[in-house]
């Protein structure tokens, strides 16, 4: 019943956000910024640790995610 953690409406984050990997702040997610979603949770990266994490994430996929 109480779940202030809930991920509720995916489109209407009202949290700060933080990139996971450099801890840089947006007051909202900026067109260069990206995210996954971790256990339910979504992690946020900024352009330049997207751009670093890109790759890590396409070479971790690689077979299993097509
Ligand atoms: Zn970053």
Same mark, same amino acid.
């Not at 991920?7 to 700060?16: H, K, N």
């Not at 450099?22 to 910024?33: H, N, S």
């Not at 994490?53 to 396409?58: G, H, Q, V, Y």
């Given at each position: 019943m109480n779940a202030p953690d809930d991920p509720g409406d &995916?489109? $209407? &984050?009202?949290? &700060? *956000?933080? /990139? $996971?990997? /450099?801890?840089?702040? $947006?007051?909202?997610? &900026? *067109?260069?910024?990206?995210?996954?979603?971790?256990?339910g949770r979504?992690?946020?990266? /900024?352009?330049? /640790?997207?751009?670093?994490? *890109?790759? $890590?994430?396409?070479?971790? *996929?690689?077979?299993?995610?097509?």
């Amino acid at each position: 019943m109480n779940a202030p953690d809930d991920p509720g409406d &995916p489109d $209407a &984050p009202e949290e &700060p *956000l933080t /990139c $996971a990997r /450099c801890g840089r702040t $947006a007051d909202t997610l &900026p *067109l260069t910024w990206t995210f996954s979603v971790e256990d339910g949770r979504r992690v946020y990266f /900024c352009e330049d /640790c997207s751009r670093t994490n *890109l790759r $890590a994430i396409e070479g971790r *996929l690689d077979s299993s995610w097509w």
